[in-house]
């Protein structure tokens, strides 16, 4: 058989730990064989990292902008223990934060559904897709930790000098704490309304939007008026003609919704929401392994990958020569994700066709039993097989052979 033939290279990001272990067997086993796969190739390890001082994230960020379209690998984002374990320079930043600040753009979170894997919640009959804004708040904050008295204040200085000035906290004597500032920019939260309605209509799905505007009187209700305006000017029309709606509710109220309603819609999140929620999603969904999550820039750009980290715990098991189960859907359908869009983008019909096969050959080699050790734990098919890492991909692989 001859193998697919690209025109635009992807741009592939790899990363570290238990899913650089996995990458490496994804491409040898299920994309090498049939795709000649042309890829720009950036190590976002955390060495290869700590070697450019984070320069290669800029790079890899940049060539998504050049190129189109990016898969990316699970990457350590530093704290201080990873900065001992690796001896690095400095506590680098999330490369996804960086990257995110570089492309602009929403992150959509969807969980994988297949037979044989139920929702935690019972009423969820359809996917619930979280759309997370990828810019600014606390992932863009400047904090400071306050050990004696003293004022905590905000100011804004206008280019003519022209000061605001706001206390936020007056600290007594004896007294310490913590203090920060947050900022967004209403053009990315214009292009993450705009991304959000437009995403909306392309699935057909209402679309939610939530905030604590009664809280956040200017900060969240920024948010609010600006989803708003955009909806009523640009998209409502579009929205009524396609049977879909729009609604904003307060972030509480839309908890407490989602845990009755039936899914099926698109739930849009401000950063930190969506962080927290869409692991929430992912685990009541079935697995946190199995969850798709796709950047998409206003300028068009696409970044896929798998939703969660880097799993670590599977990684020190693996290097001390145990046999690891370690769920590799995610960053499987990561690859799917990016191969369709290349194939979308370029007209090639085969590339496209091979991100659809790749999917159905992964989610048929579960409904026939095979699965990795999370999946086997909460799988309603009877007498699950659990797979080793490596033997679940060849299964894959095999599952794929037979439909390509
Ligand atoms: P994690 O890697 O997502 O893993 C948390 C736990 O979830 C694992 O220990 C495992 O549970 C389960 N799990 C996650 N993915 C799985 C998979 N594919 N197959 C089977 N089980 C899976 O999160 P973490 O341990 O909090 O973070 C580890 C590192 O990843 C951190 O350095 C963090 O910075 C990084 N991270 C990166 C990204 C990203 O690049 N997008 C996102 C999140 C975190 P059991 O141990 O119970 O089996
Ligand atoms: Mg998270």
């Known amino acids: 058989m001859s193998k697919i033939e690209m025109k635009t290279p992807l741009v ?30 950036y190590d976002l390890g955390l060495k290869k990292r700590d070697e450019t001082d984070d320069q290669i994230t800029v790079d890899a960020a940049e060539a998504t902008k050049k190129y189109g379209v990016a898969v990316k690998c699970a990457t350590i984002t530093p704290n201080q223990a990873r900065v001992e374990e690796y001896g690095l320079k400095e506590m680098y930043k999330s490369p996804n934060g960086t990257i995110r600040a570089i492309l602009d753009g929403t992150v959509f979170r969807a969980p994988i559904l297949v037979k044989g894997i139920e929702p935690n919640v019972r009423t969820w009959e359809k996917p619930i897709t979280i759309a997370r804004h990828a810019y600014g708040d606390v ?10 008295p003293g004022k905590a204040e905000i100011v804004f200085t206008g280019t003519d000098g022209k000061e605001i000035r706001q206390t936020v906290y007056d600290f007594k004597d004896g007294e310490c704490g913590i203090f920060k500032g947050e900022y967004n920019l209403s053009h990315s939260i214009e292009s993450f309304a705009r991304s959000c309605f437009t995403y909306a209509l392309d699935k057909k799905e209402d679309l939610w939007f939530s905030a604590k505007d009664t809280i956040s009187k200017k900060y969240d209700h920024t948010f609010k008026d600006i989803f708003e305006e955009i909806y009523e000017k640009e998209y409502r029309e579009r929205f009524e003609k396609n049977g879909i709606t729009y609604f904003y509710t307060l972030i509480d109220d839309a908890v407490a919704r989602v845990m009755k309603s039936k899914g099926g819609f698109i739930w ?50 693996h290097l001390k020569g145990e046999e690891t189960s370690t769920n590799s859907v995610a960053t499987i359908f990561a690859w799917s994700g990016a191969l369709r869009k290349r ?52 299964a894959v692989a095999d599952k794929l052979s037979s439909l390509l």
């Open 12 to 41: 592939e990001m790899d990363g570290d730990e238990m899913t650089r272990i996995i990458w490496q067997e994804i491409k040898d086993e299920l994309i090498l064989p049939f795709i000649d796969l042309k890829s720009e190739y």
């Open 139 to 148: 992932y863009r904050d400047s904090e400071m930790k306050i050990e004696g």
């Open 268 to 317: 849009a999140l401000k950063n930190y929401d969506g962080d927290v929620m869409s692991d929430m999603l992912s685990s009541a969904f079935g697995s946190l392994a199995m969850m798709t999550s796709v950047l998409v820039s206003p300028n068009g750009y696409f970044e896929y990958e798998a939703a969660h980290g880097t799993v670590q715990r599977h990684y020190y098991k």
């Open 343 to 394: 194939g979308e983008l370029d007209n090639i019909n085969a590339l496209c066709d091979f991100g659809d096969k790749l999917e159905r050959a992964t989610l048929s080699t579960i409904e026939s039993g095979k699965m990795t050790g999370d999946l086997t734990l909460i799988t309603s098919i009877k007498d699950p097989v659990k797979l080793s890492t490596e033997a679940f991909i060849k």
